[in-house]
């Protein structure tokens, strides 16, 4: 497995890549920010390990890495092994966890990349709270929706929190960011999808059924928890599609909303067959 260094030297320059990150890690994307991927639990370092995201190093108490012996195998990079309190004390935080890596970023996929060959494609607007898109991209790997795209005003998948809500899954399900907004959807409809924005307002279709009526490959927009979809981005839109709800309720947590789209959409892929 990957070389264990025992160690209690809070300065040890090995630890670098996990020191303050309640506030390095508050920007991964800042101008001269590290821009690290960073995973919390043996789950989800577990799933980093399995990724395409290079890892460059581990750091936890020694249960935690012992539980990672078999994941570990065949990696060629050090794992920290120190007590809780020194680890709180570099990090900046108790972590209950026990455990972290960290892993560089990969090129990212473009658009038209993770366009080809899927049928069922999440498209997020201003979705800027981290644990929502982190929520989102746990659903999209459970019901089999092929990729995530990034229009206007969407927080970063890979911030800490993001991955870890997902409980890893950012990792496995690829995305990518549009360079134009909305006009990138001109992308999907070149590509044959029909791309279905998600709104309670009256004139929107039912969302059940609607897989029935539109077979081909289908792009489910979601807007920001609260303002939804912008007026601009429903008009980019092919059809406006609602989940039905009881009188009194107008709107869902948009990875609540999310999860019944994707599953009324997804359910026959053959993700899930």
């Known amino acids: ?38 995973a919390e639990g043996t789950v989800v370092v577990s799933r980093l390990l399995a990724s395409r995201y290079p890892v460059r190093a581990l750091l936890g108490v020694e249960r935690r890495l012992r539980e990672l012996e078999d994941e570990l195998a065949g990696f060629a990079v050090p794992a920290y092994v120190t007590s809780a309190e020194t680890m709180a004390d570099v990090v900046g935080f108790h972590l209950n966890r026990g455990v972290l890596a960290v892993a560089d970023r990969p090129t990212p996929p473009t658009v038209v990349e993770i366009v080809e060959g ?10 800027g709270d981290h644990e929502n898109l ?32 997902s409980m890893g899954h950012v990792l496995r399900v690829p995305f990518a960011t549009f360079d134009s907004w909305p006009g990138g959807l001109d992308v999907l409809r070149a590509r044959g999808f029909s791309v279905a924005a998600l709104t ?17 490959p289908i792009a489910l927009l979601l807007g920001a928890e609260g303002p939804g ?15 039905e709800m009881v009188p009194g309720v107008d709107s869902l947590n948009v ?12 359910a026959g892929s053959s993700a899930l067959e």
């Open 118 to 127: 899927a049928q069922v494609l999440a498209v997020l607007e201003g979705v």
């Open 255 to 266: 990875a609540t909303a999310a999860a019944i789209a994707f599953h009324e959409v997804a």
């Open 229 to 243: 979809l912008t007026e601009e981005a429903i008009a980019a839109a092919d059809v406006a599609v609602r989940i």
């Open 200 to 216: 309670p307002r009256a004139d929107s279709v039912p969302l059940r059924g609607f897989r029935d009526r539109v077979p081909g």
């Open 134 to 165: 982190g929520a989102i991209f746990r659903n999209a790997a459970a019901l089999g929706v092929d990729g995530v795209l990034l229009g206007r005003g969407c927080s970063d998948p890979l911030y800490r929190r993001s991955v870890r809500v």
């Open 1 to 38: 497995m990957a070389e264990l260094i025992f160690t209690e030297d809070r300065d040890h320059p090995g630890l670098d890549d996990f020191r303050d990150l309640s506030t390095a890690d508050r920007r991964p994307d800042r101008p001269g920010g590290r821009g690290l991927v960073i």
